[in-house]
């Protein structure tokens, strides 16, 4: 492993979503980790569609500009799928060897995904003895082929060699869990929600380790589209509204006055509802466990996605759902230090640099816990 610390190649985290592409990049130092260079993009509209780059021309040219306008000169990329089609799930295989595992997977594996597995990429992570001797515990992954094939291409095209296509969840752990500057997570259970454009997942981790993930289609795109059927315009118009929603007042001091705010009272029901839906994920989680376990709790809530930016959010989803919230930061809790990337872009994008700052370390750190990919 020493060996790559003195490599000329460069390997950036990539994270490409609905409406922003983020790069990252990580070194070691002799102090721990430092970031390099970091960039923020928009997405080409409408180029991605269900988790599948449509318009791959136009984002790996966004990606060129993004890392050339950078000064990044990377020669390697991890990038990460999400969405309602990835599925993640802890399973029971009866007890067998890895390499044979490997060649029945499929097999196995359609006893739990109810996509076609000819048009799915599965990979798996065996994680140790299940209670019943006869069984293991198994990490399952899948995802359409289609969904990697298109991000593939779109690095590829864009000069880069994608070296793994990781999992948002398992990135966002990695950063912000496994690299925390402390163990305060790793001796209890925290639920990472990122607030994408598209969707919503929420996460569970308890004591460090991946317990539940679950796909919610309501996220930034949705208020947004939800102030343009009120006030008509573009999509653009709409989303420069919300942006405006709390200029003046934080979404918690929105709730608790008599606003007569029209873009919060279209914006608000949908807001619960998403909340409502994380409220349900959690109750899930919990009811796995007897009501006076340790388990059964869930000890803070962390947000990220830029959504996760919106003033005032972090309040109104710990008094909604009684869980101390908090945006992400993820250059403040983590072992990695900022090195001169300006503190005011740190400020501007860090809920939504947690993925690529997981990615960026995949191929730096391939041992750490979270090691399940796709391709």
Known sequence: ?????????????IDIGSNCIKAIEIAPTSNGWTLVNAAVAPTPIEAIKDGCIINIVDVSQQIRDMLRDAGMKPTGAVCAISGSQVIVRQVQFPKMTEALLRKSIKYEAGKFISSSMEDSVVEFEILGDAEDPSLM???????PKDMIDSRIAALESAGLEPLVIDIE?????????????????LHSTIALIDIG????NVDIVSRGEFALTRNIPIAGDSFTNSIRSLMGGTFEDAEQAKLALTAEQPIDE????????????????????LIREIRRSIHFY??????????????????TGGTARMPGLPSYVSAKLGIPAQTAR?????AIGTGSIPQSFIDEHGPVLAVCTGLALKELIPE????TAVA
Not at 1 to 13: N, P, Q, Y
Not at 254 to 273: G, H, Y
Not at 286 to 303: H, N, R
Request: proline share 2%.
């Open 137 to 143: 515990n198994v990490m399952l992954v899948a995802a």
């Open 286 to 303: 919990l009811s796995q466990f007897p009501e006076d376990s340790a388990d059964a709790q869930v000890g803070k809530i962390i947000l």
């Open 254 to 273: 929105l709730s608790a006055s008599t606003t007569e705010n029209r873009c919060w009272r279209v914006v608000q029901p949908l807001l619960d509802e």
């Open 368 to 371: 750490t816990a979270s090691t």
């Open 330 to 334: 993820v250059f403040e809790q983590t």
């Open 1 to 13: 492993m020493l060996s790559s610390f003195f490599s000329k190649d460069v390997t950036i985290g």
């Open 169 to 185: 969840s398992f990135a966002m752990i990695r950063a912000l869990v496994e690299f925390n500057s402390t163990d305060e997570y």
């Open 197 to 200: 454009a598209s969707h919503t």
